[in-house]
């Protein structure tokens, strides 16, 4: 059999393990009403809650399918699909799939063919994110009992210690924006196009963020991922074909 990332087996598995999570979370609903029911709750208040909350959700999984039309050019849609919709985080999964890509020397906008280097980028994405999993339940009290003894301590302390982590996770994300900037000083500008969409996005962000303070526009701050998201990618088109 001719191997393919769209193949429909993958659809097959990929589908079942989504139908499963899917199960769980329709299960997990139900006894949250009939909790809510028990305790005096009153209906329209449960469905006001149950609305504003699936109106809201729109705005992440539009996040989440850009991702995935992003990563399927080479990975197909199953992977993809997979990776985003159960563990998988959108700014990790990307940059996992394309770091993988460039150590295989694989065209990172071309359709993988080959099944060793395909597993590779599944197991590469996979692990990565499982590690969180794995070190969640043993280390994340400790480290908030820690960081809550800090803001016992002295609060200004804390908070600077929060921003510098926070900080610090996104410098990782930034190293991989602007690893290849010195490449314009040897006349090739490709290494820019990442710079010129994350300054783009940053800008449409931005905007967001005053338009939903100073206008009152409170929902624009769930959709202003997704704005940024497809403005950056629509703006990656012309700034490719200017500085490729």
Same mark, same amino acid.
């Given at each position: ?31 949250? !009403? #009939?909790?809510? *029911?028990?305790?005096? /709750? ?8 149950? +609305? &504003? $909350? ?97 803001? !016992? #301590?002295?609060? *200004?302390?804390?908070? /600077? ?8 996770? +996104? &410098? $990782? ?72």
């Amino acid at each position: 059999m001719e191997f393919s990332v769209n193949n429909p087996i993958l659809f097959i598995l990929v589908g079942v393990i989504i139908a499963a999570v899917l199960a769980q979370s329709v299960y997990f609903l139900l006894r949250a !009403l #009939k909790r809510a *029911k028990q305790i005096g /709750i009153k209906s329209q208040t449960l469905k006001s809650t149950i +609305i &504003s $909350a699936a109106v809201f959700t729109v705005a992440p999984a539009v996040a989440v399918l850009v991702g995935v039309v992003a990563l399927s050019k080479s990975l197909g849609i199953p992977l993809p699909w997979l990776r985003l919709s159960v563990i998988g985080s959108l700014t990790y999964e990307t940059v996992a799939a394309g770091n993988t890509l460039e150590a295989l020397k694989l065209d990172a906008g071309s359709r993988i063919t080959d099944p060793s280097a395909f597993v590779t980028i599944l197991w590469v994405m996979t692990l990565g994110i499982a590690i969180g999993l794995i070190f969640v339940p043993f280390v994340t009290k400790k480290i908030q009992g820690g960081m809550n003894k800090i803001g !016992l #301590k002295d609060k *200004k302390w804390s908070e /600077i210690f929060n921003n510098a982590m926070f900080l610090g996770m +996104i &410098s $990782a994300f930034l190293g991989y924006v602007f690893c290849d900037v010195t490449l314009a000083f040897k006349g090739d500008y490709s290494g820019l196009i990442p710079v010129a969409v994350m300054f783009l996005s940053a800008a449409v962000m931005a905007v967001c963020g005053i338009i939903a303070t100073k206008a009152k526009v409170r929902w624009l701050t769930d959709y202003a991922l997704p704005i940024s998201l497809i403005s950056g990618m629509a703006f990656a088109i012309p700034v490719t074909g200017w500085l490729s």
